[in-house]
């Protein structure tokens, strides 16, 4: 019976053992574990791509073409400067025209009055020197001290008046009557680009003096 049993027990124990249930869970497993590694590596790339793909529309559709469109209505600003019913609108061209020919007038009516100034103190300093001159040489000296005086005070009349004109092309107010609001006239304006009356206004001013 021992030997019966013992014969039993030695041909129970190969059956036992799970050799074959041991490789099919690991089997089964590593299966299980791969399809779980592989969807995050699918997952990545698909983020990313989504990711590149909407930042790429951020760079692309930046507002440069308003930009563009604001730059060019800021620099057609000229065309609405008052004028006169038939006349054309002022060009970019045009403004910068008036603009140069009035620049180079304040420089040249800024040496005038220089030499102006010069000449008066000469004039004034001659007739402290001058006290005993008789009354032919005292009164050609007042003659020319006077002449100076009005020259002098003409070329700053005509200054102020061209610094004005370039100020209000830089407030976009230009070719506006500073008397009547009225437009000063476009051709009278590239004739005299420092006037800041109208005909009318000017006439009426010139009468009152």
């Not at 989504?50 to 951020?58: T, V």
């Not at 070329?155 to 009547?180: F, H, K, N, P, W």
Request: aromatic share 2%; with cysteine.
């Amino acid at each position: 019976m021992s030997t019966t049993a013992r014969n039993s027990a030695s041909a129970a124990s190969p059956a036992t053992v799970p050799a074959v249930k041991k490789t099919g869970k690991k089997t089964a497993a590593k299966p299980a574990q791969r399809p779980s590694a592989s969807g995050p590596a699918n997952k990545v790339p698909a983020s990313r791509g989504g990711r590149a793909a909407s930042a790429k529309p951020k760079t692309e559709t930046l507002p440069e073409p308003a930009l563009v469109a604001a730059g060019a209505a800021g620099r057609g600003a000229p065309g609405a400067l008052p004028v006169r019913p038939g006349e054309d609108p002022w060009t970019e061209a045009e403004v910068a025209e008036v603009e140069t020919e009035l620049r180079a007038e304040v420089d040249r009516l800024r040496a005038d009055v220089a030499a102006a100034d010069m000449a008066l103190a000469d004039l004034l300093r001659d007739a402290s020197d001058g006290a005993g001159d008789d009354q032919a040489d005292a009164g050609s000296k007042n003659f020319e001290r006077e002449h100076e005086m009005s020259i002098a005070a003409n070329a700053r009349d005509m200054l102020v008046q061209s610094e004005r004109a370039l100020a209000r092309i830089a407030a976009g107010t230009y070719g506006a009557c500073e008397s009547c609001g009225e437009p000063i006239g476009k051709a009278r304006l590239q004739v005299f680009p420092r006037a800041t009356l109208c005909v009318s206004c000017k006439q009426k001013q010139e009468r009152r003096y």
